[in-house]
Each structure stands twice: as C-alpha cells, then as structure tokens.
C-alpha cells in the first residue's frame, strides 16, 4: 500500500482526512486466518460448542442398542403438537380431539414442525431440537459482544469477558439444551437490546420492531420485555422517540391482537390453557410470596458480583445506556415474582423467565471487573482481573457447579431415558386407541403414540380450569408449584377411564380406592401400572410375554409421583 505525504500547506481539515482514508484502508485489509482464530468470540464460541457437545450427549441415553434423545417434559408436550401438525391433523393435543392450546410457544412448535416434515428416526429427532438450541445460543454470543463493544468500544475485556461468562453459564445452557425456547427467546432478548442501543439508525428501529414482534409469537408473555423496553427508550429519549416508539409498540401490539384472534377462532378461548393452570385458582399474594422467596435463592449467589458492580460506580458509566441493561433484567425479575417463580427452580436456582436476561446481568459483571482493574498494569493486574473472572464464573455457578464440571449428569437425564422406555414399553402392549393417564404428560405419549390424559391438566382444560389444592400450614406458600397443583381423578380416571394409569400425583384414599375397584396392578421392568380390567385395548398375549421377560429392577421414578415431600 502507498501512503500519500500531504500537500504543502494543507489545511487541517485536508491532513485529518488523510487520516481517516488511511485507518479506513487499513480496516478493510483482509484478516489472516491466525487473526480470524485468535479472536476471542471464535475461541470461546469453539470452546462452547466442545461443552455443548458433551452435554447434549450426556443428556441421551441407549435403549435396546438405540441412542434415544429427549427434551425437556414440557417441550416434549410441544412436540406432539408439531407432529401433529406436520402430519395434517393442526396444532391439537389428539388427532380429531378437542382442540385444547397446551403450548404457549407457538413458533418455536412451528419450529419444531419442520423437523417433522424429513424423514428423521424419532429416537434422532429431539437431536436436532437441541442442536437448533446451541446455534441460537452462539448468535446470542455474538449479541453479547456486540452489546458490550457498542456500550464501551474502548474495552476489548469487558466483550470478552461477557462472553465467557454468558458462554459458561449453566442454567441458560441448561434451558436451551434441553430444547425449550429458551435458547431462540434469549437471542431475541440480546438483539432487542442491541437494536435498542442503535436506536438512532433507521434499520435499528425496523430490526426492533420485528424482533419484539417476533418474541411475542414465540411466548406472548415476553410482550412485557417487549413494552418495558420501549418504555426505557422512550424516557431516555425525553419523549424525542415517541412516534417511532409508539409506532414499534403498535406492531407489537396487532401481532398480539393476531394471535389473540388466531387463539379465539381455532381454541375458543381468550387465553392459553396454561394460563388458568398456572395464575388461576391460586391466591394472589402467597403466590407473590413463593416468587420472592425464590428470587432471593436465586440472588443471594450473585450478591458479591451485584457490590462489585455498585462500588465500581458502572451505574455511572454510561446510564442512560446502562439503564437498557438493568431496566429488562428487573423486569424479568419481577415478572418471576408475580407468577410465582417456576416449578424448577431446583435446576440451577435461575428459572425460564430470568434465564432469557442472564446475558445482560453477564455484560454489566463483565464491565464492573474490567473496571476494578482499568488502571492496574502489569503481571499483578492481570492475575487479579484474571482471578475475579474466574470468580465470577464460580459465582454464577454456585447451585450447579457439579453438573456443570460434569460429576453428575445434566437435571433429569435418568428420569427422562425413563420416560422414554416406558413411552415404548406402552407401545407394545396396547394397541393405536389406547389412552394413558400420567404426569410427565410430554415424554410418554410421544415415544408411545399414545393419547395422553393429563393428570395435572396442561392439555386438559377442565382441570386446568379447577381451584388449586391448598395444604392450610404455615409454609403452605412454598408448596405453590407452578403448573402442579391441580389434579382432579375423580373426572381424569373415574369419567375419562384411562387405559393404563402409569403415573400418579399426591392420590388420596379415595383415588387408590377406584384404582383397586377397576384397575388390576402390573410390574414391568420395574415400572408399576394400572391396567383396565376391561380394557379392549391392551394387547395381553404381548403383555405377558413382556412380564416373562421383566427384570425387577429400582427405578427413579415411581408410580405415586411427590407424596408431599
């Protein structure tokens, strides 16, 4: 390259130009391939993508000589749909059955549909879920340092460092891995932000208005994310933004609507089945009370990391940008709170609907550290910033660090390859009509093919629609589990008579007592169930041959599921 000398007498404007052309042809030099692996994002993305590797694996498991892969429970329910759905049957729980929504992530079902449509084995086909699940996490990395660069270009460490946190941290892998929306929904959290941060650029404020739309098909809870941060853009604005703000929250506003209207002519219903098991028939403030509780479980870890951040003064840096930061991550918060928190918050100590936010937490830890050491040269700064990283990813790995090193497997692995041989084990002795009553309502009827009775009432809207069980003692709050407190057998086995009751929620007396009446009790392969005695669906020359070939083992789970423990 030649570098022209400036002219004599040139002006400052002249030299300063000069300048500018000169950085921007060197800018636009192309990168070496040692240049392109030494960057950081590509050494933490390959690292990651080892972990991911390793986890995924380890959350399958071989069953007669076949590698099965499963999803989380709920996401399995999702499954069914989208099966059903590229199969030509529509987005219902039961080909030619009421249509019931017992999903509330619409695209990501719509998502999964596409898989349906290839010929892939079912044992492979929850594989491609989860895959799909660590891409969307990578392109969240990319969000991640492109937050940071944009907040503070000057910091090369605080990018780097709030994408190793974001890379490492095991509840949101977890989440994603296990093939919920977690993964696409925390991608979409990241961008939104960014977006936000160009609010300025035109192609900003459309990329915004697409990606809040688009959270909102795949969770329409995410709509509070999506109008919190319009609401944050538009006070840091003084009301300068608020045509283009009004006009992104409209479009947020009729894809709702949309949806709305979509939910009402094909289900019948205003809102999701799900939203009645959940938030309705439970009182309101001890409800509140259980999302506190938990919320506090859950930042009483990240305490030493949130002073870090206070006495390092990062409110102060850059607040108004901070502030599309700290804003959503509080919002998330409090939106955990008031439903209660989720029914797993035992997976890490950080549940769904805080998970998807993580990141942000990740890039204000990562500013607060480089900060802690802006000043400090030499060997002994870099050990000390090196050793507060390290810290924070301890930190952030408190409740799991186990799991994460891998000395026990990823939550549910067992329980789950469980499920799975039941689901086939089913299978084989009943035959395409036959129904199941069960608890894990996802796993089972996919690998079986079978119509499931949801005991807990997520695909079944009158029990959804009942008033919680509620134990009156003292810490009867804590016993709020989102999802798990309503169950009706009087109706669910006595009016819907499943064929084969494989697993059971808290039963009383009077639920063992119609078990005894009409059911008969087998044991197979160390699972216990029930069988209709007059049931013309159950295959019993195949059932006998599967008792003759039992082994009477131990197994995690058992036919009476949480017996109040």
Known sequence: MIIKSPMPGASAAQLQLNETELATSTDRQPRTLTHRWSDPLVVISAGFLIYAACFIFRTSGEIEGVRYFSLFDDDMISMTYARNLAHGYGLVWIPGGPRIEGYTNLLWVCFMALFHFMPIPVAKISLCIQVSGCVFLLLNLWCTREIARTLWPESKRAATVAVLLTAFYYPLDNWALHGTEVSILTSISSAAVLAALRFEAPRARNALAAILGLSTLVRPDTAGFAFLLLATILALSAGKRWRQVISIGAVVGLLLIAQTLFRIAYYGDILPNTYYLKLAGYPLIPRIARGLFVAIVFLLPLLPLMLLMFFRRVRRDAPRAVALLAIPLAGQLLYSIYVGGDAWEWWGGCNRYKAVVMPLFMILVARAIDVTFLNRRGRAGAIGFAAVTAGALLLIKAQNLREFLMLAPPPQTAENVEMIEQGLLVSRVTDLDATIG?????????????????????????????????????????????????????????????????????????????????????????????????????????LKMEIAQSVDRTRITRFVINERR
């Open 438 to 542: 069960l608890i894990w309502a996802g796993t089972i009827p996919y690998f079986s093919r079978r119509d499931g009775i949801d005991f807990l009432g997520k695909t079944d809207p009158k029990v959804a629609h009942q008033q919680s069980h509620i134990r009156p003692k003292f810490f009867w709050w804590l016993e709020f589990w989102p999802g798990h407190n309503k169950w009706d057998y009087a109706y669910s086995i006595g009016e819907r008579a499943p064929d084969v009751v494989m697993q059971l929620w808290s039963p009383d007396p009077a639920t063992l007592a119609l078990l005894v009446s009409r059911y008969e009790q087998v044991r197979l392969d160390g699972f216990t169930w029930y069988l209709r005695r007059d049931s013309t669906h159950i295959n019993h020359e195949a």
